[in-house]
């Protein structure tokens, strides 16, 4: 397992932008492929955006499709979720998570290794 630490969250308004960050401590981090969920709660975990190894293949769920972006930096072990157009339903904690073996889908529980969260919180 790949040790995770997501930052940036924080109160925002809604329209508002925020970027998260999630770095990861393994030094072959550009094998990963690296997947944002969020829960909000009382609600189960929602995939959010995925980006595989060496940034090949980007998906994102139909809820953030032209208003959040998922990238990764394999010089600073660091991968991204830039969030623009932030609404009240994008409240959440966002989880980083990460797989060495190249799991690139939207279930949560496949990948191996994931972070302790970041609150994000978009006020009307």
């Known amino acids: 397992q790949v040790q995770l630490v997501e930052s940036g969250g924080r109160l925002v308004q809604a329209g508002g932008s925020l970027r998260l960050s999630c770095v990861a401590s393994?030094?072959?981090?550009?094998?990963?492929?690296m997947a944002w969920f969020r829960q909000a709660p009382g609600k189960g975990r929602e995939f959010v955006a995925a980006?595989?190894?060496?940034?090949?293949?980007?998906k994102s769920a139909d809820s953030v499709k032209g208003r959040f972006t998922i990238s990764r930096d394999d010089s600073k072990n660091t991968v991204y979720l830039q969030m623009n157009d932030l609404k009240p339903d994008d409240s959440a904690v966002y989880y980083c998570?990460?797989?060495?073996?190249?799991?690139?889908?939207?279930?949560?529980?496949?990948?191996?290794?994931w972070g302790q969260g970041t609150q994000v919180t978009v006020s009307s």
């Open positions: 980006i595989s190894s060496r940034s090949g293949s980007i």
């Open positions: 393994e030094r072959t981090f550009g094998i990963y492929s």
């Open positions: 998570e990460a797989d060495g073996l190249g799991y690139f889908g939207e279930e949560s529980g496949s990948y191996d290794s």
